[in-house]
């Protein structure tokens, strides 16, 4: 990485020659263009201008958010297109407490998220309360830790924030900078040059011996991965691996497309789904092995808790288990690529699955069928797992959600960036939606923040401009971010934002009736969606049917501004529909 142009240009003395030192603003700049950012986000307040400056001279180019709840979003998609940390920049007080949630969501969803936040000098604070809290205290249960940044190290500190924020799991790490220290001079240290380190999977011994065996002598194996696989970019890995010995592999709704999802061997993202958990369980009761890959359980439902027994297990992680969700006879903490290139060690299961059930005298379909409708037999129980799930998320005759997320399909490129926000549309776009590679559907769904996709759509696209992205938000959802269709506007940014227009806080709904409750709380007046749109100064369409869905997102995709289709539906149609 080139050193940054600015560093030291700020206050430089007019006699020719001399170099004035760096001040702290620019030694943090210096420091996070190293590690790779090229994108901050934020709002500005007065406190901060010094660190905005020195990051446009380094190379950071600074993105206005209209909440920074959102600037923090933006942050995570950004990440998701380069891999660098995302970086949030926020004022003091209310600023960077606005970014309390989206600091929560990088905590369960193992985002690495910097908050650079201003905060007043020591001395300060004593004689002064105007907008002061403890800002540290208050991001402390939803931040991996808090550095205030010292004078005489500045450079050292953000290096070991950024460190934090990038090591396993991977999460946000808050950075106070008090406004004098900001534009004081620095000596910087020598940067701490460390050698990355070989990705290390499991030492030899007894449990890595017993777990090969188990390997070898399996006959119906499945594989789960999770988003510690994204973490270690273990997806070539785990695709090849599955694919050298067809062994079937399930993900979590974020990894989804670690193995090409029109590949029959993948069985598709599941998590939030009682009506897929219901498809799996019988599956995964089958299994005499199942390989765990990465598999955070924090993105399911408690339906997984205890889905299978440990003596099934043999789980290769990013980090060692801090749940009660299951647990595993043989477990591996380490990188997963090589955990799982040791475990495998150019050797594969016995059999997968139609092999075995094909052997000579099991007849296919003599044994009875399962409580999922599966029968043992035949084409074997994951073909009929993936069949039945297929079936089970198939859209019906009529228009609703699934005709639309099935036209959005179709009309959206394969390498598409889509958002999705968090309520019923989301669970059934994610149990339905067949990606082509990994982080092409984000979403939160450790934490399953609402408001969450506008943002990551425009950081991702900001990001990776030549993809088509798209946010596809709940009428809720996009309520309580609307403001940002300002920031899509501002940043040039030709998002497609689809709404789920059905006038209802839809997920809630549903709970809601299932209790026997009377309705209360959860509809929604109707907005006029394509006005607001226009009002922004974006293009505002409203579709009711599957080709007009289809021929929008076309033209939506040929702008060089935003586009916000809002898809009218019924909140009726997704009874019955995960
Ligand atoms: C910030 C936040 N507030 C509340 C919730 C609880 N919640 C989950 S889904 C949902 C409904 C979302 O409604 P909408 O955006 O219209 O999507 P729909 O369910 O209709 O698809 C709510 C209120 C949440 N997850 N996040």
């Not at 209802?504 to 709970?511: C, E, G, R, S, V």
């Not at 599957?546 to 040929?558: K, Q, S, T, V």
């Amino acid at each position: 990485m080139t050193a940054p142009s600015g560093v030291g240009a700020v206050g430089a003395p007019s006699g020719v020659g001399a170099v004035a030192a760096p001040s702290a603003a620019e030694l943090i700049a210096a420091r996070l263009a190293a590690a790779g950012v090229r994108h901050a986000f934020g709002m500005p307040g007065g406190e901060v201008l010094a660190m905005l400056d020195a990051l446009g001279r380094a190379g950071i180019a600074f993105h206005l958010c209209r909440h920074e709840n959102s600037g923090a979003f933006m942050a995570e998609g950004a990440h998701h297109m380069t891999g660098a940390p995302g970086l949030l920049l926020a004022t003091i007080g209310p600023g960077v407490l606005n970014a309390v949630n989206a600091a929560a969501n990088a905590c369960q969803d193992q985002v690495p998220l910097i908050i650079l936040s201003a905060c007043v000098d020591g001395a300060e604070a004593a004689v002064y309360t105007h907008q002061i809290v403890d800002q540290a205290g208050a991001l402390r249960a939803v931040t991996k830790g808090s550095f205030r940044i010292e004078d005489g190290a500045a450079d050292i500190i953000i290096d070991q924030a950024v460190a934090l924020a990038l090591a396993d799991p991977p999460g946000p790490v808050h950075v106070d900078l008090p406004v004098s220290l900001a534009t004081r001079a620095q000596t910087p240290r020598p940067h701490l040059r460390v050698a990355p380190t070989a990705p290390m999977g499991p030492a030899p011994g007894p449990m890595l011996d017993e777990a090969r065996a188990r390997l070898r002598a399996a006959r119906r194996p499945i594989m789960i991965a999770g988003v510690g696989a994204l973490h270690h970019r273990a997806e070539g890995a785990i695709a090849g691996l599955c694919l050298a010995h067809a062994i079937p592999l399930i993900t979590t709704y974020k990894a989804k497309g670690v193995l090409a999802e029109g590949d029959p061997l993948a069985l598709g993202g599941h998590g939030l789904s009682p009506a897929s958990d219901a498809i799996l369980a019988p599956l995964l009761a089958e299994a005499d092995l199942i390989i765990l890959a990465g598999y955070d359980p924090v993105e399911m439902r408690p339906g997984w808790r205890g889905l299978w027994s440990p003596d099934q297990a043999i789980e290769i992680s990013h980090i060692a288990p801090r749940h009660g969700m299951h647990s595993a006879a043989m477990a591996f903490v380490g990188d997963v690529g090589a955990g799982l290139a040791a475990l495998f060690d150019g050797a594969g299961p016995a059999a997968s699955w139609a092999a075995s059930w094909a052997a000579p005298g099991a007849a296919p379909g003599a044994a009875p069928g399962l409580a999922s409708g599966l029968v043992p037999g035949g084409d074997g129980l994951p073909a009929q797992a993936r069949a039945a799930l297929a079936a089970r998320f198939a859209p019906p005759a009529g228009w609703g959600p699934h005709a639309a997320f099935a036209a959005l399909r179709r009309a959206l490129p394969d390498d598409a960036v889509v958002t999705a926000d968090s309520g019923a549309h989301r669970i059934l776009l994610s149990q339905m939606w067949r990606a082509g590679a990994p982080r092409t559907l984000l979403q939160s769904s450790g934490f399953c923040t609402m408001g969450c996709a506008m943002g990551l759509a425009a950081g991702a696209k900001l990001a990776a401009p030549g993809r088509a992205v798209c946010a596809v938000m709940g009428d809720g959802g996009f309520e309580m971010v609307a403001g940002e269709l300002a920031s899509l506007r501002d940043l040039n940014l030709p998002v497609v934002v689809v709404v789920l227009a059905d006038g209802a806080l839809t997920l809630i709904d549903m709970k809601q009736a299932a209790m026997g409750l009377p309705g209360a709380g959860v509809a929604l007046g109707r907005t006029d969606f394509a006005a607001v749109a226009e009002g922004f100064g974006g293009v505002g369409r409203s579709v009711r049917d599957a080709p007009g869905l289809e021929a929008e997102i076309a033209a939506a995709l040929d702008r060089d501004r935003f586009t916000l289709i809002a898809v009218e539906i019924d909140k009726a149609a997704y009874a019955g529909a995960f």
